[in-house]
């Protein structure tokens, strides 16, 4: 059975740093591109970051380049979003996904962590 | 970027109704099209993937279709376990959601 388990959430100041993990089971980790998807309260889903299988790619949405970092330990099947300059935007809920397919859609994911990012 | 819009963004229905939800893209995404359930616990699934294949494991009731800009989402008989929040998701970078469309029981 495929799990991905997100932790490291938590309360932040703005500005503050914070890095998420996501620890995978139940499939082969280094076959698959892997992603971040965030949700903040009462809004839609929104795709954050992805890595590709090797971690030799990674991909990120306007709002968060040069603040978010996407990374992966393919020995220790796990995928990490260090997280800086956090802004009261980046509240949310932040859920671990794979991001498999041509074009690629997120098939697996894990039940989410909260980022709360306030004074 | 590809904007998604969802349509209703809320609706109730009774045990047995066939439902259909409706997604439309500002540009033709060419069936890069997905689908997904959230639940109240949090949990998300993939249910369609390329506007019509079903993930495995989904249940069959569940199918997809359109072209284009514009697709939908359609249980055949609603079940009580279907009670959730459905998005829709285009397939080019950077890859964008609809707002979300939350199905009630009536």
């Known amino acids: 059975e495929v799990q991905l388990v997100e932790s490291g959430g938590g309360l932040v100041q703005p500005g503050r740093s914070l890095k998420l993990s996501c620890a995978a089971s139940g499939f082969t980790f280094s076959d698959y591109n892997m992603a971040w998807v965030r949700q903040a309260p009462k809004k839609g889903l929104e795709w954050v970051a992805t890595?590709?299988?090797?971690?030799?790619?990674?991909y990120y949405r306007d709002s968060v380049k040069g603040r978010f970092t996407i990374s992966r330990d393919n020995a220790k099947s796990t995928l990490y979003l260090q997280m800086d300059s956090l802004r009261s935007e980046d509240t949310a809920t932040y859920y671990c996904?794979?991001?498999?397919?041509?074009?690629?859609?997120?098939?697996?994911w894990g039940q989410g962590v909260m980022v709360t990012v306030s004074s | 970027d590809i904007k998604m819009t969802q349509s209703p963004s809320s609706l109730s229905a009774s045990l047995g109704e066939r439902v259909t939800i409706s997604c439309r893209a500002s540009?033709?995404?060419?069936?890069?099209l997905s689908w997904y359930q959230k639940k109240e616990d949090g949990s998300v699934k993939l249910l369609i993937y390329h506007t019509s294949r079903l993930q495995p494991g989904a249940p069959s009731r569940f199918s997809g279709s359109g072209s284009g800009k514009d697709y939908s989402l359609t249980i055949s008989g609603l079940e009580s376990e279907d009670i959730a929040t459905y998005y829709c998701q285009q397939g080019y970078t950077p890859w964008t959601f609809g707002g979300g469309t939350k199905l009630e029981l009536k």
């Open positions: 996904a794979s991001h498999t397919g041509i074009p690629p859609y997120f098939d697996y």
């Open positions: 540009e033709n995404i060419n069936n890069y």
């Open positions: 890595i590709s299988y090797d971690g030799s790619s990674t």
